[in-house]
């Protein structure tokens, strides 16, 4: 693997959806580089701090969110003196997105008072009111077509559908939710997922006419769902939720068709391979061997070189045997939010892992093989995980835990990579769209590093490995 140098950043990096260009926030400044050679080819400046960058879909501008001032400006890649500056004055906003066809800006004003839709092209604008949430409730077809908005008025949650080239209201109708936390379409564009907040469990189907399809409720009185992620063929809806258990549900019948369960000793399958980071000290055989003044060899019969070897550590991952133990955190009782359940579920873009953590065992990563409904791989690492994302191509999991080491893993198994940059501690990663490189930032700085391809083998294989 090949690194980059290190640059300055002082918030958000995201690559561009066509995977040409990065853009990084470096204070008042977006600077947009290029991913090859991560040189600049445009510098704009906004008139605040920024809070936050997006793509247009179609990769010519760029949408930064000033959020202190409020005010959301964006840039044109191509024809660097087109701006456009959005200011909702007295109601604030609080969140800004593209809309699918590029050409319309999505904001949401302070307190949810409304939703609103800036055109780019003819500086129209469409309200909305009562938006459920500022960032969330908001999902879009992968057409591209419609969007589901969630509202609340009256004390009752709504789904509004509107239709993206008028973005005239459809169709409103109610829904079966105490306190809706979000909603997604699912990827075939058939059905919508919505689900309650954390304090019940109730996960709902309903179909784009209203029709509520199936409620699934896994248990009650407690603390309820935490993540919900649809697999990207659509055959398959995962709920992490408090109790430590995810959910896989079947487009066909919306019933489960397996629960993962998040143990702190793990004893099965026989299959399932557990990768523990260890740190050593290098062996190195040539330690004893020296030049004598004619130029022969020697060897140092004291074993006189441990100087040279002191402060030489590696990190690697050793195949533990079952039962493997999983170090385990009891959340405090008098405090609110727990650090409890699946708090990270993300599928694999073939659709045939899906990796989770669990929030109590924050160094733990689990691996599931869906087509065999069982636990696949268990990465055991010495830090609390800060973030692991899917190669957008390949299955093929990257991680970081605040170190100066970047962690992967694949079918046929996992590494340790260490970073050669001085003091470059990973404490988040983005994978660029083509799989290619990925962004890995320390605190104050960002470096590239380049993956190899993954050549095409079939998962048997790969396991057996």
Same mark, same amino acid.
């Given at each position: ?88 004055? %007295?109601? &604030?906003?609080?969140?800004?997105? +593209? *809309? /699918? ?7 949401? @004003?302070?307190? =949810? ?108 009185? %407690?603390? &309820?769902?935490?993540?919900?992620? +649809? *697999? /990207? ?7 992490? @939720?408090?109790? =430590? ?117 924050? *160094? ?102």
């Amino acid at each position: 693997m090949e690194f980059s140098d290190t640059y300055k950043h002082t918030g958000p990096c995201s690559f561009s959806p066509d995977a040409r260009l990065l853009a990084v926030a470096v204070d008042y400044r977006i600077a947009i580089r290029d991913v090859v050679s991560l040189k600049v080819v445009q510098l704009y400046s906004c008139l605040d701090k920024i809070s936050y960058v997006e793509w247009a879909p179609d990769s010519q501008y760029v949408l930064c969110g000033l959020y202190k001032r409020p005010m959301v400006q964006a840039w044109s890649v191509s024809q660097s003196e087109w701006t456009c500056k959005i200011d909702e004055g %007295a109601a &604030g906003i609080a969140y800004a997105r +593209w *809309s /699918p066809d590029s050409r319309h800006i999505i904001t949401t @004003s302070d307190f =949810q008072l409304r939703l609103t839709v800036w055109s780019l092209v003819n500086t129209a604008c469409v309200h909305v009111q009562w938006p459920k949430h500022p960032s969330r409730g908001v999902s879009f077809t992968k057409d591209g077509k419609f969007a589901a908005i969630a509202t609340r008025k009256d004390c009752k949650d709504y789904v509004n559908l509107l239709a993206c080239h008028s973005w005239e209201v459809m169709d409103t109708f109610p829904v079966d939710t105490v306190d809706l936390a979000d909603l997604e379409w699912s990827p075939g564009d058939s059905a919508i997922a919505i689900w309650d907040s954390f304090l019940e469990y109730k996960v709902l189907i309903y179909s784009p006419d209203g029709r509520c399809l199936f409620k699934y409720q896994a248990y009650y009185n %407690a603390l &309820g769902v935490k993540m919900v992620a +649809w *697999s /990207p063929c659509g055959q398959f809806l995962g709920v992490g @939720s408090y109790d =430590q258990v995810v959910r896989v549900l079947n487009h066909l019948t919306w019933k489960p068709v397996a629960e993962f369960v998040h143990t702190s000793v793990v004893r099965s399958p026989p299959t399932a391979v557990v990768f523990k980071e260890i740190e050593e000290a290098w062996q190195l055989d040539m330690a004893n061997l020296y030049l004598n003044e004619d130029g022969s060899h020697g060897v140092l019969q004291n074993g006189g070189s441990e100087d040279s070897a002191e402060g030489h550590m590696r990190v690697r991952y050793k195949v533990m045997e079952f039962p493997a133990t999983v170090l385990s955190q009891k959340p405090p009782l008098d405090k609110p939010n727990p650090k409890q359940g699946v708090g990270l579920l993300a599928w694999s873009s073939d659709s045939h892992y899906l990796l989770t953590r669990n929030d109590n065992m924050p *160094s733990a990563l689990w691996i599931w093989d869906i087509s065999r409904l069982e636990l696949a791989s268990l990465l055991i690492q010495k830090e609390p995980i800060r973030a692991a994302v899917w190669d957008p191509i390949y299955p093929r999991v990257a991680l970081c835990t605040g170190s100066t080491h970047l962690y992967m893993w694949t079918p046929a198994g996992a590494c340790c990579v260490s970073i050669p940059l001085p003091q470059f501690a990973v404490s988040d990663l983005k994978w660029n769209p083509d799989g290619t490189s990925l962004l890995l930032k320390d605190r104050e700085a960002f470096c590239c590093t380049f993956v190899p391809v993954l050549p095409e083998c079939d998962d048997d294989e790969g396991d057996d490995e």
